[in-house]
């Protein structure tokens, strides 16, 4: 299809990158040692032969697009339908620097060996990589990572889809090799499955960290439906893990010393036992809500009511849960709070805090020198007061200027004539 080597600055944008075959990587772009710029493509049905080479037969990565020692700004991509000769069905990459893909879609690939989506791949720590609003979904890998594998690389995920990928190994959603301190944020994973350990999420690298993330409806066929940690150090924080399943067990496995702390989260309607372990690894939680229980400061074992799980819908029911204003601001112990933006007397439980809903029968009143606002007063328990916002913004994107109100009512006479104003 396309091919960089050693450029700098080169861009695609509005393209559709399709059919294209390549014998050894990126069978619709191959970039190498090149900082490139890739906006609003389509890459679609291309794909890597593969070679003899290294002791292997066919090696070829990356189907639709192979990065290779290098940088670049990936946003607004659709990379569909591709094929490796072995891992990367989507996309590749292997010894680049930092790089960011932004909204995009990776879905339908096949990666013979690993990582049907996405795979990286650096020996050198060097691939760090900022995956943002991005959804893997519906790829496939063989061996491991179905819809992403990563092995000496620290990847961060934010905003993002991992969903109903599969993998014949570990892995079906994310796969973290050795070397790995992936970061996780605000993602959903749910509905893949790996025929051994984590069907969600299998992590065997350095650490992981995961925080407001929902890992649910997930299959192992080994051992964990939900997440296996291996030899790993992980920091959960408000994560949601439900309705995964194995013959092992539903949530959480900590094998060959691994280590979770989990706090804030809910585990809740897996199948089996909600943990495994070999007896090697530990863990320790806090302030999160444990079906059958868990002794901890601040655990609970109570149905977390969950609004619509049938249609995928994991918040809260309010102001009913009982996993409402049950965390804690203070995540690691420490004494300081790692949570401040949170609504109530503390953070709830669970990948999803519960915001509370404007009040209604919102009214202003334009006088000759100042507005008057007066809306419905409510009635909640722990109720403070409410929060007026006026910009000269109708995004309210700046120009942002807040006040308190005990009351529902409010007077602004701080006004400049011949200005408009907007209020929430």
Not at 228 to 239: E, L, P, R
């Amino acid at each position: 299809g396309v091919s960089f080597f050693r450029v700098e600055g080169p861009s695609i944008s509005n393209a559709i990158i399709r059919n294209n075959t390549a014998s050894f990587h990126g069978g619709g772009i191959f970039s190498y040692i090149s900082n490139t710029t890739v906006t609003d493509v389509e890459m679609h049905d291309n794909e890597c032969l593969g070679i003899y080479w290294g002791g292997f037969n066919d090696v070829g990565h990356g189907g639709g697009f192979f990065l290779a020692d290098g940088e670049g700004t990936f946003t607004g991509l659709n990379i569909h339908d591709n094929e490796a000769a072995m891992h990367g069905g989507g996309m590749g990459s292997a010894g680049s620097a930092n790089w960011t893909l932004t909204n995009s879609t990776i879905s339908n690939n096949v990666g013979p060996w690993l990582g049907g989506g996405l795979w990286l791949w650096d020996a050198n720590y060097g691939e760090n990589p900022t995956i943002t609003n991005v959804t893997i979904e519906d790829n496939w890998a063989s061996i491991s990572g179905g819809g992403f594998l990563s092995n000496y690389s620290n990847p961060v995920f934010e905003n993002c889809t991992i969903q109903n990928n599969e993998a014949t190994g570990a892995g079906g959603g994310l796969c973290f090799w050795g070397g790995c301190s992936p970061v996780i944020t605000d993602c959903v994973i749910s509905g893949n499955s790996g025929t051994g350990n984590g069907g969600g999420v299998h992590t065997e690298g350095d650490a992981i960290t995961m925080t407001r993330t929902f890992v649910v409806d997930n299959q192992g066929g080994t051992y964990i439906g939900g997440i296996n940690v291996s030899g790993s150090d992980a920091t959960f924080n408000n994560i949601t893990i439900s309705g995964n399943t194995s013959s092992g067990g539903g949530a959480i496995g900590i094998i060959n010393s691994g280590h979770v702390d989990l706090t804030n989260s809910i585990v809740w309607d897996n199948y089996g036992d909600p943990f495994f372990g070999d007896g090697t690894g530990s863990i320790n939680i806090t302030y999160s809500d444990i079906e059958d229980g868990w002794g901890g400061e601040g655990n609970i074992d109570a149905d977390p009511l969950f609004t619509d799980v049938d249609n995928g819908d994991y918040t809260l029911q309010s102001p009913d849960s009982p996993c409402i204003d049950a965390g804690t601001a203070d995540t690691d112990g420490d004494g300081n709070d790692d949570i401040t933006d949170y609504n109530g007397a503390a953070p709830d439980m669970g990948a999803f805090e519960t915001t509370m809903a404007a009040p209604t029968g919102f009214t202003l009143y334009p006088l000759e020198t100042y507005v008057t606002l007066t809306w419905n007063a409510v009635s909640i328990d722990d109720f403070n007061y409410y929060i007026v916002e006026r910009s000269t913004d109708v995004e309210f994107a700046d120009d942002v200027e807040s006040n308190a109100s005990l009351v529902n009512y409010y007077e602004d006479h701080d006004l400049e004539y011949d200005t408009e104003y907007f209020y929430r």
